[in-house]
């Protein structure tokens, strides 16, 4: 099953500065350890050290917010998933 | 009732749907807090006052240093070393002499906030750090007063606005904060997030349109795309929680 993962712009540094990374799973949790696979430095600004998902990123699939228990939530072919990190500036 | 010259003034936008001199006089008593006079202090409150909010209440403990002038456009050469609440009120003044603009040189914490905002019908959050959003947020949620949310990061930003009580609050988005950092930006960034603040603003005020609620919008300025992701209100907000089943 093919999901599409949107990466937000902070974050790309961390993906090649790829704003797009397609992965095949069935869950949150499993997309997630697909990227990371990918792209180990990612692994850090998502996951704190018990590999629990920081409580600053939100997860969305087609653009309704996952939580909680996102990386439990299923995922089926061509759904997209939107990684979002906080930002601050002003 | 609009004078002569104020109906002259806003002719063109009297004239928009849903508008009118009512919604004009609407905004006349309007009182309007924009907590920053940095990057998306400056669009929101040049907007505001253009269109004729009564009251703009700017809160800002800065000076204008050089490396704040690639974005925060109330802020020029020549007041490089002022305060930007002075700056900014200098030039709001000359922009439009019938809004009546508060400078407060202070910095937001917890002692002073809810003297800030007693009595203003709106929080636009044009901060530049985490924590203070937060507290802004969580003011306005105690408060039932309107908070229109924007940030940036380089050539992305984000706008939301909290109707405390009734939508997701900042604190249902984001559940926990990130070391304070010195953030990329240039100003065409918070140019287009402070006017959708602004856009958000005068929606509420003049009671049109679809508000940005319940939706965070994410601007994507390198590929020009706009994102929308629903947020749902969290029964566990710690800002927010408490409020739902009470309205």
């Known amino acids: ?15 090649n500065n790829l704003e797009v990374v397609e992965v095949n799973a069935s869950t949150v949790g499993e997309c997630l350890n697909h990227l990371v696979k990918q792209f180990p430095a990612i692994k850090e600004m998502l996951f704190d050290k018990n590999g629990k998902l920081f409580s600053y990123v939100g997860i969305y699939i087609n653009g309704e917010d996952a939580h909680p228990e996102e990386l439990a939530k299923p995922v089926k ?8 990190y906080i930002i601050g500036g002003g | 009732m609009l004078t002569i010259e104020e109906q002259e003034r806003y002719d063109r936008q009297i004239m928009m749907r849903g508008f009118g001199e009512e ?34 209440r700017i809160i800002d403990h800065d000076r204008v240093e050089l490396s704040n002038l690639n974005r925060q456009v ?23 002499r019938g809004v009546k603009i508060e400078a407060m040189e202070e910095t937001i914490n917890e002692a002073n906030i809810a003297r800030l ?9 044009a901060m530049d750090n985490l924590p203070t959003r937060f507290l802004l947020n969580k003011t306005a949620v105690e408060n039932h007063i309107p908070f229109i949310h924007g940030a940036v990061y380089g050539l992305e930003g984000r706008a939301m606005t909290i109707i405390p009580g009734k939508t997701a609050c900042l604190r249902c988005v984001y559940r926990g904060l990130i070391p304070e950092e010195k953030f990329p930006v240039i100003g065409v960034t918070p140019a287009v ?6 856009t958000e603003v005068i929606k509420y005020i003049v009671g049109i349109g679809r508000l ?12 020009m795309k706009f994102t929308e992701l629903a947020v749902k209100r969290d029964p ?3 800002h927010c929680g408490h409020l739902i089943g009470e309205e």
């Open chain 2, 23 to 56: 919604g004009q006089e609407k905004l006349k008593r309007a009182k309007v807090i924009i907590a920053g006079s940095g990057g998306l202090g400056s669009p929101a409150s040049i907007y505001l006052v253009a269109a004729g909010v009564g009251t703009i």
């Open chain 1, 1 to 15: 099953m093919s999901i599409k993962i949107n990466i937000a712009s902070y974050l790309q540094p961390y993906t």
């Open chain 2, 117 to 125: 905002v007693a009595g203003f019908d709106l929080i636009v959050d």
């Open chain 2, 212 to 223: 940005l609620t319940n939706r965070l919008l994410v601007y994507d300025g390198l590929n």
């Open chain 1, 77 to 84: 072919d061509r759904d997209e998933l939107y990684i979002l």
């Open chain 2, 193 to 198: 997030i402070g006017c959708i603040q602004a």
């Open chain 2, 236 to 238: 566990n907000c710690e």
């Open chain 2, 74 to 96: 109330l802020h020029w050469d020549n007041d490089i070393g002022r305060n930007k609440v002075d700056s900014a009120a200098e030039k709001l003044s000359q922009l439009n």
